[in-house]
């Protein structure tokens, strides 16, 4: 399954790029691209297992660059 996401308050590109290297690293992961300059993440993964998968991708990102968000409409 591929999806989109929007992200807000993405300040920094090298933030990004060590959330994309970190969400690659996930199990069930496939494919990820976080883009500072569009403010999304594009991800495919397990589409079984894609909503356990999001909830580690969002607590990764957290860590990563505390104040930017993902928008799961």
Known sequence: MKKVFKLEDLDCANCA???????????????????FMGQKLTIEADEIKFDEIMKIVVKTCKKIEPDCKIVMR
């Not at 290297?21 to 199990?27: N, Q």
């Open 17 to 35: 790029d060590k959330m994309e290297r970190a969400i690659t690293k996930i199990d069930g992961v496939f494919f990820a691209n976080v883009s």
